[in-house]
């Protein structure tokens, strides 16, 4: 099944905890990209990499940390969970070059207490 | 930066009646507009894109229509029905930036019976 996966789909945890965050995709994209999806349903771009090397990274506090071991997945590490942490992030792929539709995977809703 | 600006942020229609969803941007450059629908619970999921060499695309009872020199582009839904109830994303992106989609923020719209 072609799609773009993430793990854990639910994730609760304590303010001061590291976690982590997986995503997979098998479409043979070459870019991906972690977008956080805050309680007013807001979505922002974090990250975004290409083949392997990050291309866009907005302003996002250095306790996130985007690792893409290679091109079919990029995982997202948060160190020192805070309260505002609490969001959906959701994973996105797309081919690379211009612009082009990005497939977003299910979905972490990420709690932190 | 790009900002895109949405409204309304809530919608709601009869079924059969039709809803428009207005979109604004910033960038002149950017020249592709997404909108994404993302029901209750589930991952945003592209319905239909529109690139800044047209003016209006049409797929069934969606159509999206861009006016580059007001910056501005609109979601039309025409015999809603209430499975077309969810949350309306539209975005906007250029070439050259790395895919980088900046979204609106959003609009809940709900069809009732």
């Known amino acids: 099944d072609t799609a773009v996966s993430q793990t854990p789909k639910y994730l609760v945890t304590q303010m001061g905890n590291d976690k982590s965050i997986k995503c997979e995709q098998n479409?043979?994209?070459?870019?991906m990209y972690w977008y956080k999806q805050d309680s007013k349903k807001f979505l922002k771009i974090m990250f975004s990499?290409?083949?392997?090397?990050?291309?866009i990274n907005e302003t996002v506090p250095n306790r996130f940390s985007p690792k893409s071991p290679d091109k079919a997945h990029l995982n997202l590490h948060i160190n020192s969970l805070e309260l505002g942490d609490s969001a959906v992030y959701f994973c996105a792929s797309s081919p690379s070059g211009t612009t082009y539709e990005q497939y977003f995977g299910p979905g972490t809703r990420l709690t932190v207490t | 930066g790009e900002n895109v600006e949405q409204h309304p942020s809530t919608l709601s229609v009869q079924e059969g009646d039709s809803a428009v969803i207005k979109c604004t941007y910033s960038d002149s450059a950017s020249n592709y507009f997404p909108w994404y629908k993302q029901e209750l619970g589930k991952r945003p999921q592209l319905i239909i894109d529109i690139r800044s060499n047209v003016g209006e695309k049409k797929d069934q009872r969606i159509a999206v229509t861009l006016n580059k020199t007001a910056k501005h582009f609109s979601l039309h839904i025409t015999e809603t029905q209430p499975e077309d109830s969810a949350v309306y994303f539209c975005?906007?992106?250029?070439?050259?930036?790395?895919?980088?989609?900046?979204f609106g923020t959003g609009t809940q719209l709900k069809v009732e019976l």
């Open positions: 990499y290409n083949n392997k090397e990050l291309i």
């Open positions: 479409l043979g994209h070459d870019t």
């Open positions: 975005a906007a992106s250029r070439t050259g930036g790395g895919n980088k989609l900046t």
